[in-house]
């Protein structure tokens, strides 16, 4: 079992460019009159403390989504913005939900949330986090659920690959299987999140991607200074095939902010 526990670092600058691009692709989607599936094959808890001593720790949520607040990046209506306000309001200032309590807050009843999280302790705790939702989780290897539910029912929709890549097959086999989900699910939606590493492993995974020739496929970097002395993570990254509307605009928006940083 791998050892990687995200309550380290969430709320970090990673976080913060992830969550604000999946909540905004999700809005966009939630604006159409039509059911959707959301699905993630990494889902972690869904609920963290930043209060914790775990996110003391490293500091990384203090650097990242505090400051990102003080500094006024999301105004109230920014559905990333929202989604935290909704979450605050259930489990108290220092919640910070994961990318499966974005989902839930933002889509609607008629929706589906289908969430993978192999990890026993933090599938339990995400299925504790679900509790007040319409959303299930399941106790199976994501990728391997990526292929099995593929095409989803509804079809529309949106799939976040988000693993720990404490392990190089992480960046090697993940150029196929997206391949292999997308001519299953060619109108679905597939993002997927990466580190930028200070050694540049995640190259090599980008260009089998590009060479995919997919869709309205987005490449959106930002980097950002190392949360501490030492620490590899530069930056943080996201392909998004069958790119929504208005992403993109938003992507620019926080390349902008990030370069100020």
Do not use: C
Not at 32 to 61: I, N, V
Not at 160 to 185: F, M, N, T
């Amino acid at each position: 079992m791998l050892s990687y526990q995200h309550q380290y670092h969430a709320g970090n600058l990673a976080d913060v460019h992830k969550h604000a691009l999946l909540a905004t692709m999700l809005d966009r989607l939630a604006q159409k009159d039509k059911p959707l599936t959301y699905m993630e094959t990494h889902a972690g808890r869904g609920l963290y403390d930043l209060g914790s001593a775990e996110a003391q720790k490293t500091g990384e949520a203090g650097a990242g989504i505090a400051r990102i607040e003080r500094l006024g990046w999301f105004a109230g209506d920014h559905p990333y913005a929202r989604a935290l306000a909704a979450v605050r309001a259930r489990h108290g200032a220092d919640a910070y939900p994961g990318s499966p309590l974005i989902a839930s807050e933002l889509l609607r009843p008629d929706d589906r949330v289908l969430l993978a999280e192999l990890h026993p302790q933090e599938q339990a705790a995400l299925a504790e986090a679900l509790l007040p939702y319409a959303a299930h989780s399941r106790k199976v290897d994501g990728l391997a659920m990526a292929i099995a539910q593929t095409p989803p029912e509804p079809r529309r929709g949106l799939m976040l690959i988000d693993p720990s890549y404490e392990v190089k097959a992480d960046y090697e086999a993940l150029p196929a299987l997206i391949g292999q989900v997308h001519r299953k699910w060619n109108v679905g939606i597939i993002a997927l999140w990466y580190p930028i590493l200070a050694d540049g492993r995640h190259r090599q995974m980008l260009e089998e991607l590009r060479a995919l020739k997919a869709p309205k496929a987005m490449v959106h970097e930002v980097r950002f200074p190392p949360a501490r002395a030492g620490h590899g993570m530069v930056g943080s990254g996201l392909y998004v095939l069958n790119t929504p509307y208005g992403t993109e605009d938003e992507a620019r928006r926080l390349s902008a902010l990030y370069a100020r940083l």
